[in-house]
């Protein structure tokens, strides 16, 4: 099981940058592929990121990057824009399974001007 808590959201204007985190409770985090999603208000979860592959919305402001030491995978968001405005999440799976078994709560973002 593993447990997964994202920080960083916030309300920013356009332009500006956020760098969510996710922190997940296991040991072994260093054999779970990890990715982050989101799904904007009245609308369906949507791929973000994983490492590396993005999705095209997001391609050249967004990075992705993982610290195993400190179990926590980071996405940096930049250039942000309104439509960006969404609740973030991360997820995790083991390597070789091809859904993510495991997600977070959800970390808010909103930007407007």
């Known amino acids: 099981q593993v447990q997964l808590v994202e920080s960083g959201g916030g309300l920013v204007q356009p332009g500006e940058s956020l760098r969510l985190s996710c922190a997940a409770s296991s040991s072994i985090f260093s054999l779970y592929a990890m990715g982050w999603f989101r799904q904007a208000p009245g609308k369906e979860r949507e791929f973000v990121a994983r490492?590396?592959d993005y999705a095209d919305s997001v391609k050249g402001r967004f990075t992705i990057s993982r610290d195993n030491a400190k179990n926590t995978v980071y996405l940096l968001m930049n250039n942000l824009k309104v439509e960006d405005t969404a609740v973030y999440y991360c997820a995790a799976k083991h390597q070789l399974s091809p859904q993510y078994a495991y997600w977070g709560q959800g970390t808010e973002v909103t930007v407007s001007s």
């Open positions: 490492i590396g």
